[in-house]
């Protein structure tokens, strides 16, 4: 496997990288070089400042429950409640408080630059200087004078916030910071000198360097412990990190300020004075960022670079992806002599003028695509969450690194490099004028288009065709280098260690509606959410035909499995039977529009639904979501209804119906089996909350037209009442008793035992239990017989209903409140292989089962 580049963290661009993970309450320092911003031969990226206000997290309050436990509807939030004036004014504490904290933090950054650098400048003036006084001006320009603008706008705002009454004001303390945000300008000027400077004086002076590389940072009062130790260059770039999140805060306190508050006016007025400060920066920076000139004098900007994988003679390849103004230039990562630095080879280049981007269904089949199976994947990233799961408890025995914590590191990396090489499937082909072509895989429709739209408005725009020479190629390589903003595959041991590590459990999104439409059309969306690493398409609405505002309101429950991000796609049905997609024979659909937003934990944590607006150029989607942490989804609420099904005790229904299986669990596998069998994602793909919520109503109810309900009802919802239905036993079908043996009786080695293991725990379990799980079986076997159908294989089954069958008892799970989120993901995986071990075992016998008797004690 070719190797990828290591350095800095994954990044789309310079800015992405401020707000990818950006939470005001959580943006500490990332560990000793961390944000090194250089590139690994010594080059440096110029920075880019974003003035936009599309990235700025959405912060919401958190309501409290209401009386009854129920969390009340998108629609109720927006009507019931607090009053707006009282809303807004919690939100506005909630934005400044996390604000404070972050602030704190980057203050005693700006502590820890200036510690150095009195005693270099003592040495300076002695026999035995270490830097000169010029190189130490150079070094720490402006350090001074921006650590007393923000201490004295911390301490102006602090007691402020802490006494929080709907009278405080806190817009002149803004308006003051805006004002002096020119000081940033020229930090920003000489920010390159002070870079290079300091690479040179480190290099000279082997005292400076003991320096630089440690230096200590306090954190904040409240957290004990949690001094950390930076670089000097990683401290450096904390500024250039901070100069856009006054602005950022600008945004979310106007949007919860109201309009006749005194704080109002001013608060625009520095958002204004912040916006165009940040502009004239970005005039000046833009040019010098990214711009390469040509032996023949032109100018080549780069416009977009990232890591694709190339589907070459059969064969999957990492490889970085660079478009530049007048070409597309694809290159391979490769080690220098002893392996310590990095640099690009040229695989192939493409001027923009001789390059097409041929429409699916114009392009032929994929050439070689072997696609890799789901239980391949799922294994890898049992093993990541497995490996993940050692280093925690190695960074607890030994505090520090380790021979042993770089070699689980290395396995990680090795793990997840795997999985972003062999878990794309959506094509990219490009063509040139002469018919060659290439073909990649990306993992979303999202990717595709981004790359598609930026090659697009750069077409017919550059020089007539041309040739590079050998020398060329390697130039523009270096250049590549010093250039790229993306640094790295998302591989999470590039990441920092206080980085956020996306949220674990269950994010209950409601589509509402769009608008923005020219035209009328058949429209639908699709939901997808990043899990190690990549993109995966979790939900789908319904089209809504023939329409420019479509009213969805559908409700769907995504599994969150380490996201930090929703994008919502925008789609135009297509019922045109010529456009086909050759690689599936499935009618190509347009997308219209796409949108993304980061799963910020202060947002999606509140109790209450948040409504948000994703904007994708003229069309707007609105919808609204809610999350429920992985403890908190643990929680199975009986029923209070003697007479219903849902939260009452399989034994309790089974025996007041007189059957071996309940009679709801009967009814939607033999709907499902009737008309569901053949459709795309059955389970998996998630129903209209509301349809679900009537079945279950109904069957609670036990309705004489249930059967009339199930056969108009849509099968999606059909499949999701079924694993509701399980998911709010008051019991996990499995039962809390034997949890425990199972995760211990899969991960038995010698197969003769785990056969004798699992077969006893089946045995061990209550009849009524037993037998509705080997029901479910069979049904979800025949599931997968039509998997070149339906997409479903025995691991997606598994996948999506382990977790539901299989889960911690309350008090097992109040022995791991503190778990990490991995040690989570790998219990879900071993869920995940109980179920499929059963699946994949020949038909199992009940009468069989009840007469074998084994010696085999399940007491562990």
């Not at 989570?824 to 199992?844: C, F, G, K, N």
């Amino acid at each position: 496997m070719e190797q990828l580049s290591h350095g800095e963290p994954p990044r789309l661009s310079w800015i992405d990288t401020l707000y990818s993970n950006f939470n005001y309450g959580t943006d500490g320092y990332e560990g000793d070089g961390a944000d090194d911003k250089k590139s690994h031969d010594g080059s440096e990226t110029m920075p880019y400042i974003d003035e936009s206000p599309t990235m700025s997290p959405q912060l919401s309050a958190r309501s409290q429950d209401s009386a009854d436990g129920v969390s009340p509807t998108p629609t109720e939030v927006l009507t019931g409640g607090d009053s707006d004036s009282e809303k807004g004014l919690e939100m506005r504490k909630l934005v400044l408080s996390g604000f404070l904290a972050s602030e704190e933090i980057y203050i005693n950054q700006l502590e820890a630059l200036l510690l150095p650098m009195k005693p270099l400048k003592a040495a300076a003036t002695t026999s035995q200087p270490v830097l000169t006084l010029q190189q130490i001006e150079i070094v720490f320009f402006k350090i001074q004078d921006i650590y007393e603008i923000h201490k004295d706008f911390y301490d102006a705002l602090c007691p402020k916030v802490q006494q929080w009454t709907s009278n405080v004001t806190v817009g002149h303390e803004f308006h003051k910071l805006a004002s002096q945000l020119e000081v940033y300008k020229t930090f920003v000027n000489n920010y390159k000198a002070a870079v290079e400077t300091t690479e040179k004086c480190i290099q000279a002076n082997s005292q400076f360097q003991k320096i630089s590389e440690i230096i200590p940072v306090k954190g904040p009062k409240e957290a004990k412990d949690s001094a950390t130790n930076a670089s000097l260059e990683a401290l450096l770039y904390k500024p250039i990190d901070r100069v856009t999140r006054s602005t950022l805060v600008l945004h979310d306190l106007i949007k919860h300020t109201p309009s006749d508050h005194p704080d109002y006016p001013l608060l625009q007025d520095a958002l204004r004075i912040s916006q165009n400060f940040l502009s004239s920066i970005n005039e000046e920076i833009d040019p010098r960022r990214a711009t390469v000139t040509t032996p023949k004098g032109e100018s080549r900007q780069l416009v977009k670079d990232g890591f694709l994988v190339e589907l070459t003679e059969g064969s999957r390849k990492h490889r970085h992806v660079f478009l530049f103004t007048d070409l597309l230039f694809c290159a391979k990562v490769k080690k220098t002599v002893g392996g310590k630095h990095q640099q690009y080879e040229c695989k192939w280049y493409v001027p923009l003028v001789d390059l097409t981007l041929p429409s699916v269904e114009d392009s032929e089949p994929s050439p070689q695509l072997i696609l890799t199976p789901d239980h391949e994947i799922e294994d890898v990233k049992s093993k990541i969450s497995a490996t993940k799961n050692e280093i925690q408890k190695e960074k607890k025995a030994c505090k520090g690194q380790s021979r042993v914590m770089d070699r689980l590191k290395k396995k990680v990396t090795e793990h997840e490099s795997w999985l972003l090489l062999h878990s794309p499937t959506i094509p990219f082909r490009i063509q040139t004028k002469s018919g060659k072509s290439y073909f990649f895989l990306l993992n979303s429709d999202y990717e595709r288009s981004e790359w598609k739209e930026a090659i697009e408005k750069l077409q017919n725009k550059g020089p007539s065709g041309f040739s590079l020479s050998n020398l060329e190629l390697q130039t523009l390589a270096q250049h590549c280098f010093k250039l790229r903003t993306v640094h790295n595959a998302p591989i999470t041991s590039y990441k920092d260690d206080d980085e956020s590590p996306g949220l674990y459990g269950f994010l209950h999104v409601m589509v509402h509606s769009a608008k923005g439409f020219t035209k009328s059309a058949n429209l639908y969306c699709t939901l997808e959410v990043d899990s190690f690493g990549y993109f995966v398409s979790k939900a789908k609405t319904r089209v809504f035909r023939d329409t420019t505002e479509p009213q969805w309101n559908e409700e769907f429950e995504i599994d969150l499995e380490g996201s930090q991000s929703l994008r919502i796609l925008c789609y135009e049905k297509c019922y045109d039977k010529t456009k086909l997609n050759k690689d599936n024979n499935e009618i190509v659909d347009r997308l219209l529009g796409k949108g993304q937003i980061q799963l910020d934990p202060q947002v999606v944590n509140a109790k209450n639904w948040q409504r948000e607006v994703i904007e994708m150029n003229e069309i707007k989607v609105e919808f609204s979501m809610k999350f429920t942490s992985r403890d908190m989804s643990l929680k199975r609420t009986p029923s209070r209804k003697q007479t219903g099904v849902f939260g009452v005790k399989i034994s309790v229904v089974t025996k007041r119906e007189r059957s071996k299986v309940p009679y709801i669990v009967r009814q939607c596998v033999e709907e499902v089996e009737k008309r569901g069998i053949d459709e795309i994602g059955i389970y998996r793909i998630s129903g209209v909350a509301t349809d679900i919520q009537a079945l279950k109503a109904a069957f609670d109810a036990n309705t004489k037209d249930i059967l009339v309900m199930l056969s108009d009802m849509d099968i999606n919802a059909i499949a999701g009442t079924l694993k509701l239905y399980f998911r709010e036993l008051p019991e996990p079908l499995l039962t809390d008793r034997w949890y425990r043996a199972f995760m211990e009786g899969i991960a038995l080695s010698d197969p003769a035992a785990k056969e004798n293991c699992m077969m006893h725990l089946l045995r061990s379990l209550p009849d009524p239990n037993l037998i509705t799980f080997l029901f479910l079986l069979e049904h979800l076997k025949r599931v997968a017989e039509k998997e070149p159908i339906n997409k479903m294989s025995l691991h997606n089954l598994a996948t999506v209903f382990g977790p539901t069958l299989l889960r911690p008892s309350q008090v097992e799970h109040k022995g791991h409140m503190n778990i990490a989120s991995d040690i989570w993901s790998q219990d879900v995986m071993a869920q995940v292989q109980v179920l499929l071990y059963y699946l994949q075992h020949p038909p199992i016998s009940i009468t069989e089962l009840k007469r074998n008797t084994l010696y085999f004690s399940t007491d562990v």
